[in-house]
T-cell receptor, first 113, second 116 residues
Framework: QKEVEQDPGPLSVPEGAIVSLNCTYS??????FMWYRQYSRKGPELLMY??SSGNKEDGRFTAQVDKSSKYISLFIRDSQPSDSATYLC?????????????WGAGTKLIIKP | NAGVTQTPKFRVLKTGQSMTLLCAQD?????MYWYRQDPGMGLRLIHY???????AKGEVPDGYNVSRLKKQNFLLGLESAAPSQTSVYFC???????????????FGPGTRLTVT
């Protein structure tokens, strides 16, 4: 079993819909949770970052962490065609090796105009 | 700032040939990484470096070697290419997020390698 599980999709939704992307993990030591966005034929770029549990909002994006369930989510409101990309979750534990990220496989998101 | 750059962008090799992928960053980051990305597999860490002159193995190091002679450069070598090494290779560098113990990784644009 992988440390981080993420449904690869693709997830196809109409423009304007609310999108929910999710990851589950098994290592209770993870403290830092990140969402990266990767456009086709590009490198991933950091979208949002949260520490420990709770919510974080940035414009149309909300990142949520539920450490008790070992589950993280990324919500996209009023989705746009430009949001079409692969979304990768990544996480790291507290400690000496926290510079290493453990990655989900990525979910491909398609927003239909 | 150019950020993280990778050379070359595309390459086709025949089985058994060798090549070196070059990664350069101008952000003075200590940590650098090489990943490969294959469909459905996500990013898999090949090798990484925590500073100039140091390297370490990641999840899938076999068939690859690396060197970090200068802080800004991280080289990935394939000594004898195999079709299983057909992939997209990404280099990244990282720094500690302000006010946090977490690290953000910055990625290059990738190198698409095909081994026939």
């Amino acid at each position: 079993q992988k440390e981080v599980e993420q449904d690869p999709g693709p997830l196809s939704v109409p423009e304007g819909a609310i999108v929910s992307l999710n990851c589950t993990y098994s290592n209770s030591a993870f403290q830092y949770f990140m969402w990266y966005r990767q456009y086709s034929r590009k490198g991933p770029e950091l979208l949002m970052y949260t520490y420990s549990s709770g919510n974080k909002e940035d414009g149309r994006f909300t990142a949520q962490v539920d450490k008790s369930s070992k589950y993280i989510s990324l919500f996209i409101r009023d989705s746009q065609p430009s949001d079409s990309a692969t979304y990768l979750c990544a996480m790291s534990a507290w400690g000496d090796s926290n510079y290493q990220l453990i990655w989900g496989a990525g979910t491909k998101l398609i927003i239909k105009p | 700032n150019a950020g993280v750059t990778q050379t070359p962008k595309f390459r086709v090799l025949k089985t058994g040939q060798s090549m070196t992928l070059l990664c350069a960053q101008d952000m003075n980051h200590e940590y650098m990484y090489w990943y490969r990305q294959d469909p459905g597999m996500g990013l898999r860490l090949i090798h990484y470096s925590v500073g100039e002159g140091t390297t370490a193995k990641g999840e899938v190091p076999d068939g690859y070697n690396v060197s970090r002679l200068k802080k800004q450069n991280f080289l990935l070598g394939l000594e004898s290419a195999a079709p299983s090494q057909t992939s997209v290779y990404f280099c990244a560098s990282s720094y500690r997020l302000l006010g946090s113990q977490g690290y953000e990784q910055y990625f290059g644009p990738g190198t698409r390698l095909t081994v026939t």
